[in-house]
RNA sequence: CGGGACGUAGCCUAGGGGCUAAGGCGUCUGCUUUGGGAGCAGAAGAUCGGAGGUUCGAAUCCUCUCGUCCCGACCA
């Protein structure tokens, strides 16, 4: 494991591949399009996916489970929902040796299916609101695949929820963007920018989508979870009614919302550097990992003191991790342990143990901190939040810098720069920039520029006067254009 | 799905018709070391991505195919 990273300057994507590689997040398998969750990948994941769950419970919603397989009718009967999907389905049509009568589809989405039984579940306004999360996997047959960040098959959770009022409906879209928001800030340090999807970009079967953007160190957005108003699409197209308080029939309100594995990837492309990943103190499978440092004569009593310490911070509630193999030198594992993303390494030797401290190394800074042994533990749990501070402010520094108001079409052209449209060629950023509202105009900039309307940011649309930075008509909203994964 | 590049040991690379496929890193054994990817000695590890073809002979030439990366189209 002694490889090094392509740094970035040279090749982000490559840089990108080379971290999910070497820190054993993920491997390529042998089905196409579909990757290998390692157990350090998993562990990442199980720990966003717990704190989503906490908070899902926290609002009210319930785990379900609905089957992988989805009748094709069903996704038939709600039209946008279908044109958006059947390009990327795979198709089951035998089962048991022989071809079956209906084939099914391997869920892309569960809204059909989880309609379908809610029809028969609610009757009355008694039985709402119905606050249901799965966690699952889909498929989408991908063309183009990046580990974590565009697999065919992927974890994810997804929402659906049935309201009595479309007031409801929306209270509950808008939550549990603020609830993403929230985790994805506080619990990943990535900072994001909560808005509304245009009409060419919202979910296939909304009546609107919210989403949170995030930037990429290569300062491409990466949309990096959504929430949708479905209005009465699903109720009609699945004939859920019911009868509310005034004793009439009415189609439920519903809304859906998903985050998936890719914010691993989110984490990953925000945080690490050249040496390798870089993990927030909240991700991280491991607390701080002790590296003893020791000759013969000093072995056993360094080796006795990091004992110690390490049960003493296992008993404080850390995960630490004591690296005592005799097989690698310090400065191996030093690299190997910054490849793999520890927040903290704890240094000791001899001349540590004779003044009674430990080193502590911040993984994101490189600072060095000799720290008296009877601190260590409170000075770890100061270290992570420090650390978890850190790396979001300089997340979001480094979002705001690469973030510009742009007035007119010359300056969008010159902001993604025009002799790099057409490339992966990193420039710009998100610019944000009055819009009119026509798609036309999207499709104008996305042909010059390869950028698109990533989203409508919710606390920037008050005292909208001036004209489209891309066609000159008078302006409706405010907008972040940007290239995206 | 279109264009390009590339598949030789776990990883990187050499070899582009001819003897037993070469080297570096890593791995294993032993000794010695240990404050930023240590040293010495020894060992294991390859049907050259796969299939078919041309040839006396194929890692090497041809055809097909699979995979990865980049670009494009498509897209949660």
Redesign the pocket.
Request: glycine share 12%.
């Given at each position: 494991?002694?490889?090094?990273?392509t740094p970035r300057e040279v090749?982000y994507?490559?840089w990108?591949?080379d971290i999910v590689l070497n820190a054993k997040l993920a491997d390529?398998s042998p089905v196409?399009?579909s990757m290998v969750i390692r157990p350090r990948g998993y562990a990442i994941w199980e720990n966003i996916r717990d704190e989503f769950d906490r908070r899902f419970k926290e609002t009210g919603h319930e785990n379900a489970y609905f089957p992988l397989l989805i009748p094709m009718s069903f996704l038939e009967k709600e039209a946008e929902h279908v044109e958006?999907?059947a390009?990327?389905l795979a198709v089951v049509t035998h089962g048991g040796g022989e071809k079956l009568e209906e084939p099914y589809c391997i869920r892309?989405?569960s809204e059909t299916i989880i309609w379908s039984m809610y029809r028969n579940w609610i009757q009355s306004w008694r039985d709402l609101p119905l606050l249901i999360n799965q966690w699952a996997n889909v498929m989408?047959w991908?063309?183009?695949?990046?580990?974590f960040l565009?697999t065919s098959e992927f974890l994810w959770q997804e929402g659906h929820t049935a309201h009595e009022t479309e007031q409801d409906a929306r209270e509950e879209t808008l939550r549990m963007l603020e609830v993403y928001r929230d985790v994805v800030e506080r619990h990943l340090a990535v900072p994001v920018i909560p808005g509304i999807k245009s009409e060419s970009?919202k979910?296939?079967g909304a009546v609107e989508t919210y989403?949170i953007e995030a930037m990429m160190q290569d300062r491409k957005a990466?949309?990096?979870?959504?929430s949708h108003f479905l209005g009465q699409n699903f109720a009609k197209a699945f004939d859920v009614k019911f009868q509310n308080r005034q004793g009439e029939l009415e189609y439920v309100w519903a809304t859906s919302w998903?985050v998936?594995t890719?914010l691993v990837g989110a984490v990953i492309m925000t945080h690490s550097d050249d040496?390798?990943l870089v993990l927030p103190p909240t991700l991280s499978p491991e607390s701080a990992v002790i590296i003893p440092?020791?000759?013969?004569d000093s072995?056993a009593a360094v080796l006795e003191f990091s004992n110690r310490l390490q049960q003493d911070l296992k008993s404080q509630g850390f995960r630490v991790i004591l690296d005592s193999d005799?097989?690698?030198?310090?400065?191996?594992?030093?690299?190997?342990w910054?490849?793999r993303g520890t927040p903290v390494?704890i240094?000791?030797?001899?001349?540590?143990?004779q003044s009674g401290q430990v080193?502590m190394?911040r993984r994101d800074s490189?600072e060095?901190i000799a720290v008296p042994v009877q601190e260590a533990g409170a000075r770890l749990k100061m270290l992570h939040e420090e650390i978890q501070h850190a790396l979001y402010a300089r997340a979001k520094t480094f979002r705001d810098e690469h973030t510009v108001p742009v007035s007119s079409f010359d300056d969008l052209i010159a902001f993604f720069g025009a002799e790099s449209a057409?490339?992966?060629?990193a420039k710009g950023g998100f610019a944000e920039s009055l819009w009119c509202g026509s798609a036309a105009c999207e499709a104008t900039l996305k042909?010059k520029t390869?950028a698109?309307l990533r989203c409508m940011p919710l606390d920037r649309q008050h005292g909208i006067a001036g004209h489209c930075a891309i066609c000159g008509a008078p302006a409706r909203h405010r907008a972040i254009f940007a290239r995206?994964?």
């Open positions: 494991m002694a490889e090094k990273i090749d994507s490559q990108y591949i390529y196409k399009g958006g999907f390009p990327e892309p989405t989408r991908e063309k183009r695949t990046r580990l565009r970009e979910f296939a989403t990466l949309q990096a979870g959504t998903g998936s890719r040496k390798g440092i020791y000759r013969n072995k005799d097989s690698n030198s310090p400065g191996w594992k030093f690299a190997e910054e490849m390494r240094e000791i030797g001899p001349r540590d143990m080193i190394v490189g060095k057409g490339t992966a060629e042909e390869k698109t995206n994964y």
